[in-house]
């Protein structure tokens, strides 16, 4: 019997978090980590096992909404994705994946867009990112943007994604070979659901009602006319973070490393001071890096909160410095997602 092998990776933010939902810039790239689905189609329900994750995925193509209301675990994304695209045929199939769960690499994302590829999505990839996100937002009750399931849809070997976020333009930018990358677990995990993301989100929207404008389109100067100081950080983080995503891809393209460290170490202050989503094991993490042989610069990297670190290492020097951390991977920049029919 023919089954689908559907794959789809996760991704490793470079710089730009916190920006995607205002219509900002992102540079993410899709990694050589992921997740797999082997799925046979047949009949009207979904039921998935997996290697990773607790209990069974059962999932009814006619009332999807029921697994999202009565599961708290993984299902609710399987539910999720489910209710978005109506599949016309359910199947049974096995989720296997070498992406760390809560680490800020996109294991969720990953996991949607394997399941939409799975039951027979098959359209445009941002297409397939929209339908996920709308599967996320379902699913866990957090209003992301877009960039974690656009990264793991789009990814282009060998480049990051410069993603304009207003118009959903997707711009491969190339890593240079001089430039690795690592990412570094912090131990500490993190679960948007369970953090002030929704608050920061909503934070951004009262800053742009306040201002008139996008973000996008505002200045430094117009930040700093908000009177409501807590806006006011909120907001300039995303504008100077914009800057910083243009001024990153500028350095990648040049090979000028230097810079974008230094940019990195911008971001993260930035993180941390005026968006308040670092912690104190990130912080100490990131000064630890960022006085590493080798190291251009770090940051936090995804939504804050804990999760991972992302260094930016010297060509040939990453497997050492990943070496000195208990949880750390040398990531390379991945095509995206895929699906095939197996006989």
Same mark, same amino acid.
């Given at each position: 019997?023919?089954?689908?092998?559907?794959?789809?990776?996760?991704?490793?933010?470079?710089?730009?978090?916190?920006?995607?939902?205002?219509?900002?810039?992102?540079?993410?790239?899709?990694?050589?980590?992921?997740?797999?689905?082997?799925?046979?189609?047949?009949?009207?329900?979904?039921?998935?096992?997996?290697?990773?994750?607790?209990?069974?995925?059962?999932?009814?193509?006619?009332?999807?909404?029921?697994?999202?209301?009565?599961?708290?675990?993984?299902?609710?994304?399987?539910?999720?994705?489910?209710?978005?695209?109506?599949?016309?045929?359910?199947?049974?199939?096995?989720?296997?994946?070498?992406?760390?769960?809560?680490?800020?690499?996109?294991?969720?994302?990953?996991?949607?867009?394997?399941?939409?590829?799975?039951?027979?999505?098959?359209?445009?990839?941002?297409?397939?990112?929209?339908?996920?996100?709308?599967?996320?937002?379902?699913?866990?009750?957090?209003?992301?943007?877009?960039?974690?399931?656009?990264?793991?849809?789009?990814?282009?070997?060998?480049?990051?994604?410069?993603?304009?976020?207003?118009?959903?333009?997707?711009?491969?930018?190339?890593?240079?070979?001089?430039?690795?990358?690592?990412?570094?677990?912090?131990?500490?995990?993190?679960?948007?659901?369970?953090?002030?993301?929704?608050?920061? !989100?909503? =934070?951004?929207? /009262? *800053?742009?009602?306040?201002?008139?404008?996008? &973000? %996008?389109? +505002?200045?430094? $100067?117009? @930040?700093?006319?908000?009177?409501?100081?807590?806006?006011?950080?909120?907001?300039?983080?995303?504008?100077?973070?914009?800057?910083?995503?243009?001024?990153?891809?500028?350095?990648?393209?040049?090979?000028?490393?230097?810079?974008?460290?230094?940019?990195?170490?911008?971001?993260?202050?930035?993180?941390?001071?005026?968006?308040?989503?670092?912690?104190?094991?990130?912080?100490?993490?990131?000064?630890?890096?960022?006085?590493?042989?080798?190291?251009?610069?770090?940051?936090?990297?995804?939504?804050?909160?804990?999760?991972?670190?992302?260094?930016?290492?010297?060509?040939? !020097?990453? =497997?050492?410095? /990943? *070496?000195?951390?208990?949880?750390?991977?040398? &990531? %390379?920049? +991945?095509?995206? $997602?895929? @699906?095939?029919?197996?006989?």
């Amino acid at each position: 019997m023919t089954y689908r092998r559907a794959y789809a990776p996760g991704r490793l933010n470079l710089i730009g978090d916190h920006t995607d939902y205002s219509g900002g810039l992102v540079l993410p790239m899709a990694i050589d980590l992921g997740t797999t689905i082997e799925f046979r189609p047949a009949g009207d329900t979904v039921t998935l096992s997996s290697e990773g994750f607790e209990g069974i995925a059962v999932v009814s193509l006619a009332k999807p909404e029921a697994a999202i209301a009565a599961d708290e675990s993984w299902t609710r994304y399987v539910a999720g994705v489910i209710a978005v695209l109506r599949p016309e045929i359910g199947g049974t199939g096995r989720v296997s994946s070498t992406l760390p769960i809560g680490a800020g690499l996109s294991s969720s994302a990953a996991l949607e867009v394997a399941v939409a590829l799975a039951v027979g999505f098959a359209g445009t990839a941002l297409a397939l990112a929209q339908a996920c996100q709308a599967a996320e937002h379902l699913a866990s009750g957090v209003p992301c943007g877009i960039m974690d399931q656009l990264a793991s849809a789009a990814g282009v070997p060998g480049h990051a994604l410069l993603i304009d976020c207003t118009s959903l333009a997707v711009t491969p930018a190339p890593i240079p070979a001089a430039a690795e990358f690592v990412a570094v677990h912090s131990g500490e995990a993190r679960s948007l659901a369970a953090t002030g993301y929704a608050e920061r !989100r909503s =934070a951004v929207e /009262a *800053a742009q009602v306040a201002l008139g404008r996008s &973000l %996008r389109l +505002a200045t430094v $100067a117009d @930040v700093e006319s908000l009177r409501d100081m807590g806006l006011r950080r909120r907001a300039r983080h995303v504008v100077t973070e914009n800057r910083r995503v243009i001024d990153f891809a500028a350095a990648l393209a040049g090979a000028d490393l230097t810079t974008a460290g230094a940019l990195m170490a911008a971001s993260h202050a930035s993180l941390r001071d005026d968006f308040g989503v670092s912690t104190t094991a990130l912080d100490a993490l990131v000064d630890d890096l960022s006085t590493t042989p080798g190291v251009f610069g770090a940051r936090l990297t995804g939504a804050g909160f804990g999760g991972c670190a992302v260094a930016l290492v010297e060509s040939g !020097r990453a =497997a050492s410095v /990943a *070496a000195r951390y208990q949880r750390a991977w040398v &990531l %390379r920049a +991945a095509g995206g $997602a895929r @699906v095939a029919e197996v006989d």
